[in-house]
């Protein structure tokens, strides 16, 4: 790189990074030889990162002035930007916390007083604690999914039958409410070819390999 000791001839002073320097020579290779003014030390630093201030030996006022209106404009303009975005991010980082505030300060003033919550209501003292569904080993992720479910287990299936479909595994799977019949069909959807599928409930039983037809267990 050239050096360009017509844009900052040794003894000028520019303005680097927003710090005012002052040009103390070149490097072989065209870097600028700065001394910083606020801490003394002195670095090189390419051309193009200088920005002129005040021209050395000058001898016109007018040019004087016009280079420290142009550094401390530049210098304005950085702090500007800098302040400009300290702003922004305290703006958008205090805004979400306005709807978040809401809901906590309308909830004591209620007219009702301490009203009871949904959670409260379903949960009463007359209602039976909930039961957490048991599960076998080897049972697949989406009957967890299910709800309502009681337990649900593999039944393992007869290698000595002769209809393929009746030596696979089933997945018996017991439900607290419902009709056994839609029970199985939504399940024989989700299990597919690999498992046959026997759903019990209170009233009735259905299995998929006789088309989920759901039998009444309720006493005639």
Known sequence: MTPSPQSF???SIALYMGNRVNVIGYTADGSVEIRMLNTGSEL????DR???LIPHNSTQPGSTWT???FGVGVVGALVLMVVYGLSDSDTSESSPAVPQASPLTEVPISSSGAAPTVAEDSHSAD???PVAPSYGTGVPI???RLRDVK?????PGNPEEADPADRRDSIQIE????DAGQHCIAARALAGAEYGIIVTTPTGIAVDSNDCLSVNLEPS
């Open 50 to 52: 200088l920005l002129p």
């Open 44 to 47: 090189s630093v390419p051309p």
């Open 175 to 178: 439900f607290t409410s419902g």
């Open 67 to 69: 280079g420290l209106v």
């Open 9 to 11: 001839p040794i003894g």
């Open 142 to 144: 989406w009957v967890k």
């Open 127 to 129: 209602a039976p604690p």
């Open 151 to 155: 337990a649900a287990y593999i039944q």
